[in-house]
């Protein structure tokens, strides 16, 4: 007589999730369910590459269904999750199916925080999708276009003023991007315009930027935006973001910027996700909506539910809750699948701790240029650069994707190309409108003068 086989589920195919399905392979008699809305694994730290146009959606991105098609106990379903029942032991998909669990890992990861602001949203977008990245591409290529077709100096300087808010690693490569974009990859591409007379602002609250990192590496970081055009604020906090301007403090002094061009780097905040576990658990969530977790990522009062990743708030050995990186998220899934495997096979896992081990933290700037920190290793420069480069491709997780990655970057290197430069989407003319959306205006007199 066969037994049933211990059914876990898995919400969410990021780097936690799917690190704890591919773990549970070689469990025996478990059924592993892989729920996310999206049919692929998005690599997230090169999510800016395709906002700067290096490169292609596809080059960062693998369907989920061929990740996992050689797992035979590992099934994948493309479905939203909109409700958990503990005491039924199944998570409620948005069509009303239901998906029964024994184990059940949640992992869907982290969204933009605007502190109170939602409404800064639509004309400050932030990056945690495929589509915020296009979007955002969009809007950076698009801005060069309506600055080659302005006759107005003032109009031609707000289409070209490029703020990002939030010194971080997202931002200080967008940052970087934008800058090496306006400076070195559109140089020679307009008529009208000059597109290294761009000004690139990076907007901070704190007192350095990449506050995670040692001090020497994020003066080394600064310095390298600076020597890139970018112009770095410091003690600076934005006080309203408009769809043509943001107003910003730094010190007393209250200053309206105009700009089309504003990019949210500095916030984060839990999915609804860990809202709706707390809310049916009675697990406590931080200021940030995180799912407070205990030494082996279960929920409190719920000890087959496990929170894992950007959901989970990990205070590691009672010191600061541990960064929501992909090395966190991946070293708890591992954890977790095993923790589930030793309990099938009758082990006491109650002893078992959580051991982190911290490979380190980069951040790229721009061309040959970033910084590592690898316990008290320092690397910038090239070298920094060579094992950012180094770490990000291990983590690919397709072959073909890497080796299309290698050849784009050399590419982009050797040329200072970015091939992947399309506004896709809706392509409206030029103007902001005061919902904060593009519409379209008459072509300037010049333009239509030299087409007759």
């Known amino acids: 007589m066969t037994t049933q086989p211990h059914r876990v589920v898995i ?38 590459q395709v906002a700067t146009g290096a490169l292609s959606p596809a080059n960062i991105a693998a369907p989920l269904r061929s990740i996992v098609r050689k797992q035979k106990n590992a099934r994948v379903l493309m479905a939203e999750v909109t409700d958990i029942d503990p005491q039924a032991q199944q998570v409620i998909l948005s069509d009303g199916a239901s998906v029964p669990y024994d184990s059940l890992i949640v992992a869907t990861g982290a969204r933009h925080f ?124 934005v006080v309203d973001v408009q769809p043509d301007h943001i107003t910003y403090k730094q010190g007393d002094q209250f200053v309206q910027l105009p700009t089309h061009n504003t990019i949210w780097s500095a916030g984060v905040q839990a999915t609804p996700l860990g809202k709706l576990v707390a809310e049916t658990t009675g697990a406590s969530t931080d200021r940030a909506g995180r799912v407070i977790v205990e030494p082996d990522w279960s929920v409190k009062g719920a000890p087959n539910i496990y929170v894992i990743g950007d959901l989970a708030n ?77 770490v990000h491709l291990m983590y690919i997780v397709a072959f073909e994707n890497r080796l299309l990655i290698i050849l784009q970057w050399a590419w982009n290197y050797f040329t200072r190309n970015r091939a992947a430069r399309l506004i896709t989407g809706k392509t409206p003319l030029m103007n902001v409108d005061e919902t904060g959306y593009l519409v379209s205006i008459p072509e300037p007199k010049h333009v239509v003068e030299a087409e007759r």
């Open 314 to 390: 990990y205070a590691y050995e009672g010191g600061k809750p541990l960064p929501g990186v992909a090395q966190v998220a991946m070293q708890g899934g591992k954890f977790v699948a095993l923790q589930i495997m030793r309990q099938l096979n009758g082990e006491d896992t109650t002893a078992n701790q959580f051991h982190y081990l911290d490979l380190g933290s980069m951040a790229t700037i721009g061309r040959a240029a970033a910084i590592a920190q690898i316990g008290k290793v320092h690397l910038t420069g090239f070298i920094g650069w060579l094992a950012w480069l180094f």
């Open 114 to 237: 605007y502190f109170g602001n939602d409404q800064w949203e639509r004309s400050a977008p932030g990056l945690k999708t495929v589509e915020d990245a296009t979007e955002l591409r969009r809007r950076i290529l698009y801005a060069f276009e309506a600055a080659e077709r302005e006759t107005d100096p003032a109009k031609v300087r707000e289409w070209l003023t490029f703020v990002v808010i939030g010194a971080g690693p997202t931002g200080v490569e967008m940052a970087g991007a934008v800058g090496e974009i306006a400076h070195h990859t559109l140089r020679h591409d307009f008529r009208h315009i000059d597109p290294t007379s761009a000004r690139v602002l990076l907007i901070e609250l704190g007192d350095r930027v990449l506050p995670t990192f040692e001090p020497d590496l994020s003066q080394n970081a600064m310095q390298t935006l600076q020597k890139m055009g970018v112009e770095v604020m410091l003690k600076t906090s």
């Open 11 to 48: 919400i969410g195919g990021g780097f936690g999730g799917l690190t704890a399905t591919q773990t549970l392979r070689r469990a025996a008699n478990v059924q592993v369910t892989l729920i996310d809305k999206r049919n692929f694994h998005l690599f997230q730290p090169l999510l800016y």
